[in-house]
């Protein structure tokens, strides 16, 4: 159900929009944020698992590639500025 709700919300943005971006990402790791997260990052998450010996199942069928919070800001941001210079984003 997740991912067949992110395809239609992105449908709906090609179908009602001629201006927009739809950005991606998989696993996002960094720093971690100021404000307590209930939830950890996958990668804090599989650190402390290993870390403390415990064995980790993970998905046989999936291939992700994780990326630095400041490379997805970078990206952005490297967006926001040919979005707003007129430059087309293909």
Known sequence: M?????VMAENYIRSNYSS???LRSSIIYG???V???EKT???QWIDSAL???????FFHDEFRCPVYVKD???VILSLIR???SGCEIA
């Open 2 to 6: 997740y991912g067949k709700s992110k």
């Open 20 to 22: 927009y971006a739809i």
């Open 31 to 33: 720093p971690h944020s």
């Open 35 to 37: 404000i307590p997260v």
């Open 41 to 43: 990052l996958p990668i």
């Open 51 to 57: 870390s403390s010996g415990k064995e980790i199942e």
């Open 72 to 74: 997805v800001v970078n």
């Open 82 to 84: 040919k979005w707003n």
